[in-house]
């Protein structure tokens, strides 16, 4: 068992059903949160508390010089009762190498993982009741001293907060493929889920936004030609009955969704090629009618279909995917296998 992690419970829990269960996603949190403080080279003992304002400087360093990070993760109601969460291990990891990048203090397990646990377990009543929810589960960090000067700063704070999230009926999106700003470039930060990164990407999601898309395509920074990222999803497309999804190169976030659909297509043994495809691939392959389906995937809506898609002035409207194709089954097991319903083979959840 992990070390326990010392709690003080509110005294005036939030929660009542029809503020879980019909709150806009992210707009109301749960009841507690978990802190750590990193000083004198250590992380502080994690403590979990009501939710609420906690103590910082003015103008913490974050401010100044961008050492900002994050994680999104979620815990699913599980078929006979108890609560697990998806490949917290998988966050962990990817979220120290995201520390590394950006010169922050690893976080160990004992405070990732298990504050994570803990969390779930005392605010799991926060799951909206709908099938199909989730509590979701958002661990930050971020640079909290005080001098300036540019350079790893020698305080941080480590947060966890969760918020209920309802089920997510994604609609097709329709995405733009952005020509003006890029998201990432050899050498960059594009493959840590750093801050920065989000706030880069505003002004594109909002210009594709003003002309009817709902995001981006992002492109490759070099030659603006190679498709990257739906926006804020990793993307795949099925070509002939291959599913192909870009490598992951540096200028990618290495999505969890992304990684678990490659693994069960494989396990079914459908064809799947990471490899770099051209924006124009996509277009010659829908033109062939052998573009079958294009996809974001991310945490939020597992799979989302793309509808429109607009490159330069040409246009398509990209099929459905439908239940029996491999990404509506693969979809369909993921879910499975996150609600209990289908055996967890490859040991994603941890039940809290
Ligand atoms: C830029 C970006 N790409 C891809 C993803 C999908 O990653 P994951 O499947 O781990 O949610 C996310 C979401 O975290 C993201 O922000």
Not at 67 to 79: C, D, M, R, T, V
Not at 203 to 227: K, P, S, T
Not at 268 to 288: C, L, N, Q, S, T
Request: proline share 8%; hydrophobic share 45%.
């Amino acid at each position: 068992m992990p070390a326990t992690i010392p709690v003080t419970r509110t005294s005036a829990s939030r929660l009542t059903p029809q503020l879980r269960d019909t709150a806009p996603f992210g707009a109301v949190f749960s009841d507690h949160v978990l802190v750590s403080d990193f000083a004198d080279g250590q992380w502080g003992e994690p403590r979990i508390v009501p939710y609420g304002p906690q103590a910082l400087p003015v103008a913490p360093a974050v401010a100044h010089y961008g050492q900002g990070i994050f994680e999104g993760l979620k815990a699913y109601p599980q078929e006979g009762g108890g609560v697990a969460v998806f490949r917290v291990d998988a966050n962990h990891a990817r979220m120290n190498r995201t520390t590394a990048r950006m010169a922050m203090p690893e976080i160990p397990a004992s405070i990732f993982i298990d504050g994570t646990l803990a969390l779930v377990a005392l605010d799991r009543d926060w799951i909206p009741a709908t099938p199909g929810s989730a509590l979701y589960i958002r661990p930050v960090m971020f640079a909290t001293g005080e001098p300036l000067g540019v350079r790893p700063s020698d305080h941080y704070r480590f947060v966890i907060e969760t918020c209920p999230s309802g089920p997510y009926f994604s609609g097709a999106v329709d995405l733009l493929a952005e020509e003006t700003y890029v998201r990432a470039f050899p050498g960059g930060t594009g493959e840590a889920k750093c801050a920065g990164n989000y706030a880069g990407s505003l002004v594109a999601a909002r210009e594709a936004q003003a002309r009817g898309f709902h995001n981006v395509i992002w492109l490759d920074g070099i030659e603006r030609r190679y498709v990257e990222e739906a926006g804020l999803m990793n993307i795949v497309f099925v070509i002939d009955g291959t599913v192909v999804t870009p490598p992951l190169g540096g200028t990618i976030l290495p999505g969890i969704t992304r990684a678990s659909i490659l693994t069960l297509l494989r396990d079914a043994g459908v064809p799947v090629e990471e490899r770099r495809i051209a924006i124009d691939e996509v277009f010659e392959a829908h033109a062939a009618g052998r573009l079958h389906a294009a996809a974001g995937v991310g945490t939020a809506a597992t799979i989302a279909p793309i509808g429109r898609l607009r490159h330069r002035d040409r246009e398509i409207v990209v099929a459905p995917i439908t239940p029996e194709s491999p990404l509506g089954r693969v979809g369909a097991e993921l879910e499975a296998i996150r609600t209990g319903k289908a055996p967890d083979r490859h040991a994603w959840m941890r039940a809290v």
